[in-house]
Protein backbone atom coordinates (compact mmCIF):
# COMPACT_ATOMS: atom_id res chain seq x y z
CA UNK A 1 0.00 0.00 0.00
CA UNK A 2 1.19 3.50 -1.22
CA UNK A 3 1.69 6.05 1.47
CA UNK A 4 1.81 8.83 -0.59
CA UNK A 5 -0.26 11.76 -0.33
CA UNK A 6 -1.28 14.08 -2.86
CA UNK A 7 -1.29 17.79 -2.07
CA UNK A 8 -3.56 19.12 -4.45
CA UNK A 9 -2.16 21.78 -6.54
CA UNK A 10 -4.73 24.25 -8.33
CA UNK A 11 -3.62 24.39 -12.19
CA UNK A 12 -1.99 27.87 -11.71
CA UNK A 13 -0.18 27.37 -8.96
CA UNK A 14 1.08 24.18 -10.57
CA UNK A 15 2.33 26.08 -14.01
CA UNK A 16 3.70 28.72 -12.07
CA UNK A 17 5.90 25.42 -10.61
CA UNK A 18 6.85 24.40 -13.75
CA UNK A 19 7.60 27.67 -15.33
CA UNK A 20 10.14 28.54 -12.45
CA UNK A 21 12.33 25.38 -13.59
CA UNK A 22 15.98 25.84 -13.96
CA UNK A 23 18.29 25.83 -16.71
CA UNK A 24 18.09 22.39 -19.20
CA UNK A 25 20.17 20.92 -22.26
CA UNK A 26 17.39 20.26 -25.34
CA UNK A 27 17.02 16.84 -26.11
CA UNK A 28 16.40 16.45 -29.61
CA UNK A 29 16.86 12.90 -29.37
CA UNK A 30 13.09 11.15 -29.49
CA UNK A 31 13.85 7.91 -27.64
CA UNK A 32 12.58 6.00 -25.30
CA UNK A 33 13.61 3.19 -23.37
CA UNK A 34 11.25 0.60 -23.56
CA UNK A 35 9.71 -0.79 -20.00
CA UNK A 36 9.42 -4.05 -19.45
CA UNK A 37 5.92 -4.53 -17.47
CA UNK A 38 4.22 -8.45 -16.81
CA UNK A 39 1.16 -9.29 -19.15
CA UNK A 40 -1.88 -7.52 -17.51
CA UNK A 41 0.03 -4.15 -17.18
CA UNK A 42 1.39 -4.88 -20.84
CA UNK A 43 -2.34 -5.55 -21.97
CA UNK A 44 -3.52 -2.06 -19.91
CA UNK A 45 -0.30 -0.24 -21.93
CA UNK A 46 -1.91 -1.49 -25.28
CA UNK A 47 -5.47 -0.55 -24.69
CA UNK A 48 -3.80 2.81 -23.63
CA UNK A 49 -1.57 3.53 -26.67
CA UNK A 50 -5.13 3.12 -28.76
CA UNK A 51 -6.69 5.80 -26.34
CA UNK A 52 -4.22 8.36 -26.75
CA UNK A 53 -4.71 11.38 -28.66
CA UNK A 54 -2.89 12.46 -31.96
CA UNK A 55 -2.24 15.79 -30.36
CA UNK A 56 -1.07 16.71 -26.58
CA UNK A 57 0.03 20.64 -25.94
CA UNK A 58 -0.73 21.08 -29.90
CA UNK A 59 1.86 18.92 -30.30
CA UNK A 60 1.91 16.18 -33.30
CA UNK A 61 2.22 12.60 -32.23
CA UNK A 62 5.37 11.13 -32.71
CA UNK A 63 6.22 8.38 -31.23
CA UNK A 64 9.78 7.61 -29.68
CA UNK A 65 12.59 5.26 -30.64
CA UNK A 66 12.51 2.04 -30.34
CA UNK A 67 8.41 2.03 -31.55
CA UNK A 68 6.71 0.00 -29.04
CA UNK A 69 2.86 0.16 -27.71
CA UNK A 70 4.35 1.31 -24.57
CA UNK A 71 6.16 4.84 -25.25
CA UNK A 72 4.58 7.78 -27.10
CA UNK A 73 5.77 10.73 -28.30
CA UNK A 74 4.21 14.44 -29.17
CA UNK A 75 6.67 17.12 -30.60
CA UNK A 76 10.55 17.55 -30.97
CA UNK A 77 11.89 17.83 -28.24
CA UNK A 78 9.71 15.43 -27.06
CA UNK A 79 6.81 14.94 -24.22
CA UNK A 80 7.51 11.28 -23.51
CA UNK A 81 4.97 9.10 -22.74
CA UNK A 82 6.07 5.42 -21.16
CA UNK A 83 3.63 2.61 -19.74
CA UNK A 84 4.15 0.22 -17.43
CA UNK A 85 7.13 1.75 -15.67
CA UNK A 86 8.29 0.75 -12.45
CA UNK A 87 7.31 2.47 -9.21
CA UNK A 88 8.95 5.17 -8.93
CA UNK A 89 10.99 5.11 -5.42
CA UNK A 90 9.72 8.60 -4.53
CA UNK A 91 5.61 7.13 -4.57
CA UNK A 92 6.35 6.00 -1.22
CA UNK A 93 7.38 9.22 0.38
CA UNK A 94 4.85 11.39 2.04
CA UNK A 95 6.49 14.86 1.31
CA UNK A 96 6.69 14.06 -2.08
CA UNK A 97 4.88 16.86 -4.41
CA UNK A 98 1.88 15.40 -6.15
CA UNK A 99 -1.09 16.83 -7.91
CA UNK A 100 -4.24 15.44 -9.68
CA UNK A 101 -5.20 16.77 -12.88
CA UNK A 102 -8.67 16.26 -14.35
CA UNK A 103 -9.36 13.00 -12.31
CA UNK A 104 -5.70 11.77 -12.17
CA UNK A 105 -2.88 11.87 -9.76
CA UNK A 106 0.15 12.37 -10.42
CA UNK A 107 3.55 12.54 -8.31
CA UNK A 108 5.57 15.30 -9.83
CA UNK A 109 9.47 15.05 -9.78
CA UNK A 110 11.68 17.74 -11.29
CA UNK A 111 15.15 16.49 -12.87
CA UNK A 112 18.30 17.40 -12.98
CA UNK A 113 18.31 18.92 -16.52
CA UNK A 114 14.95 21.00 -15.69
CA UNK A 115 13.00 19.04 -16.96
CA UNK A 116 9.52 17.55 -15.24
CA UNK A 117 8.18 13.45 -15.28
CA UNK A 118 5.13 13.09 -13.59
CA UNK A 119 4.02 9.00 -12.59
CA UNK A 120 0.47 8.25 -12.12
CA UNK A 121 -0.95 7.34 -8.62
CA UNK A 122 -3.45 4.57 -7.54
CA UNK A 123 -3.70 3.41 -11.24
CA UNK A 124 -3.32 -0.34 -12.06
CA UNK A 125 -0.41 0.79 -14.44
CA UNK A 126 2.19 3.51 -13.33
CA UNK A 127 2.25 5.90 -16.16
CA UNK A 128 4.88 8.51 -16.50
CA UNK A 129 5.23 11.19 -18.55
CA UNK A 130 8.60 13.31 -19.29
CA UNK A 131 7.69 16.97 -20.09
CA UNK A 132 11.28 18.40 -21.68
CA UNK A 133 12.37 21.99 -19.92
CA UNK A 134 11.86 23.36 -22.79
CA UNK A 135 7.83 22.61 -23.25
CA UNK A 136 7.01 23.67 -19.42
CA UNK A 137 5.82 26.99 -20.23
CA UNK A 138 2.31 25.17 -20.61
CA UNK A 139 2.61 23.79 -17.27
CA UNK A 140 0.25 20.84 -16.73
CA UNK A 141 -1.69 21.16 -20.34
CA UNK A 142 -0.31 17.88 -21.62
CA UNK A 143 -1.46 15.82 -18.42
CA UNK A 144 -4.84 17.85 -19.23
CA UNK A 145 -4.69 15.95 -22.85
CA UNK A 146 -3.73 12.74 -21.40
CA UNK A 147 -6.16 12.68 -18.66
CA UNK A 148 -9.20 11.17 -20.28
CA UNK A 149 -7.01 8.55 -21.89
CA UNK A 150 -5.18 7.44 -18.71
CA UNK A 151 -8.99 7.72 -16.85
CA UNK A 152 -10.21 5.27 -19.76
CA UNK A 153 -7.48 2.75 -20.21
CA UNK A 154 -5.94 2.69 -16.97
CA UNK A 155 -8.37 1.63 -13.94
CA UNK A 156 -7.94 3.19 -10.44
CA UNK A 157 -6.40 0.70 -8.02
CA UNK A 158 -2.94 0.10 -6.71
CA UNK A 159 0.37 -1.36 -9.19
CA UNK A 160 2.11 -3.82 -7.89
Not at 76 to 105: F, K, Q, Y
Not at 114 to 140: C, D, K, M, Q, W
Amino acid sequence: MSSFRHRLLGLPALAVLITAAGCSSADDAATAAVPSPDTPVTELCRNLDKALPRKVDGLSREDPRPASALTAGWGSPAIILRCGVPRPPRMIDPEADGAEVNGVGWLLEKQDDGSFRFTTTLRRAYVEVTIPHSRTGNGVAPLVDLAPAVKKAIPEGIAD
